[in-house]
Nanobody, 124 residues
Framework: QVQLVESGGGLVHAGDSLRLSCAASGRTFSNYAMGWFRQAPGKEREFVIGIGRTASYRNYADSVKGRFTISRDNAKNTVLLQTNSLKPEDTAVYFC?????????????????WGKGTLVTVSS
């Protein structure tokens, strides 16, 4: 069992940056590929960005390439999502996700554990 707790959400203006954190507890963090999803009001949850167990590999949704980056610290059991050049369409609840095993998280079906989410609101 892995518990994931997100933090760092808030209200920002278009063009601003925000850093989201995900703190993991439970099993060995380095065994898990990690990722972030988001869900906007009235829309389905969508994949945003992912990172492999050793941070050697990352994958991105086209909508965030060049603006969002992901990193992890296996010693601190944390994953960071750096969001830059935020747009109003980035407004959503952002969820941290974990997958037990190798490879990358690509979609919701790859996820074994979810956090409860943190709200990011981007005003125009």
């Amino acid at each position: 069992q892995v518990q994931l707790v997100e933090s760092g959400g808030g209200l920002v203006h278009a063009g601003d940056s925000l850093r989201l954190s995900c703190a993991a507890s439970g099993r060995t963090f380095s065994n898990y590929a990690m990722g972030w999803f988001r869900q906007a009001p009235g829309k389905e949850r969508e994949f945003v960005i992912g990172i492999g167990r050793t941070a050697s590999y990352r994958n991105y949704a086209d909508s965030v390439k060049g603006r969002f980056t992901i990193s992890r610290d296996n010693a601190k059991n944390t994953v960071l999502l750096q969001t830059n050049s935020l747009k109003p369409e980035d407004t959503a609840v952002y969820f941290c996700a974990a997958r037990n095993g190798p490879g990358l998280i690509i979609g919701a079906r790859d996820v074994d554990y979810w956090g409860k989410g943190t709200l990011v609101t981007v005003s125009s």
